[in-house]
T-cell receptor
């Protein structure tokens, strides 16, 4: 399977703990996105990477959240001092930015990591 | 920011009937309009997309139409089957969105009954 892979699929943790999620994008994709989805809502954009550079962060991404993509391949999303409101599905998507400027390529999603805060 | 409204929130049809889901958006600079299908416990799956220079696109039983003047676009599913049952999301983006981040609607839960 060459789709977007996310691990773990489920994470249950106590309030105040730190958690880290991993995303492996489609291999030739140079753009990687993180979204958050709560029950009954559409995904909401958190941040994105072009290769290893983090180029945009949403206002939803508080100081407790940090994302990395150290070698331009896989990415990690860490949440420090988790709160009840962090309970959600965290989705990763990837796309390919070609040489054509302003080229908008489809984003393909993984199956997400469901985070539950006790 | 971009405001995307999706209707209806739930839709129930009988197998073989057609289903139509509509989305409206606010930013006239929006230029890319994908539709995603999400099954329980899975991530959104891209099913069809359309760009602003095209008015209609079809892929077998699925079609999308775009009205840029009215700022709305619709998903049409013909000859529905039980396996079409899922939550469908429309999304919108523009060249001005850094990295073309998607703005999603709230979703439509489609139920196809045999």
């Amino acid at each position: 399977d060459t789709g977007v892979s996310q691990n773990p699929r489920h994470k249950i943790t106590k309030r105040g703990q730190n958690v880290t999620f991993r995303c492996d994008p489609i291999s030739e994709h140079n753009r990687l996105y993180w979204y958050r989805q709560t029950l009954g809502q559409g995904p909401e954009f958190l941040t994105y990477f072009q290769n290893e550079a983090q180029l945009e962060k949403s206002r939803l991404l508080s100081d407790r959240f940090s994302a990395e993509r150290p070698k331009g391949s896989f990415s990690t999303l860490e949440i420090q001092r988790t709160e009840q409101g962090d309970s959600a599905m965290y989705l990763c998507a990837s796309s390919f930015r070609g040489k054509v400027p302003l080229s908008n390529q489809p984003q393909h999603f993984g199956d997400g990591t469901r985070l539950s805060i006790l | 920011g971009e405001n995307v409204e999706q209707h209806p929130s739930t839709l129930s049809v009988q197998e073989g009937d057609s289903a139509v889901i509509k989305c409206t958006y606010s930013d006239s600079a929006s230029n890319y309009f994908p539709w995603y299908k999400q099954e329980l416990g899975k991530g959104p799956q891209l099913i069809i997309d359309i760009r602003s220079n095209v008015g209609e696109k079809k892929d077998q039983r699925i079609a999308v139409t775009l009205n840029k003047t009215a700022k709305h676009f619709s998903l049409h599913i013909t000859e529905t089957q039980p396996e079409d049952s899922a939550v469908y999301f429309c999304a919108v983006t523009t060249n001005s969105n850094s990295g073309y981040a998607l703005n999603f609607g709230k979703g439509t839960s489609l139920l196809v009954t045999p």
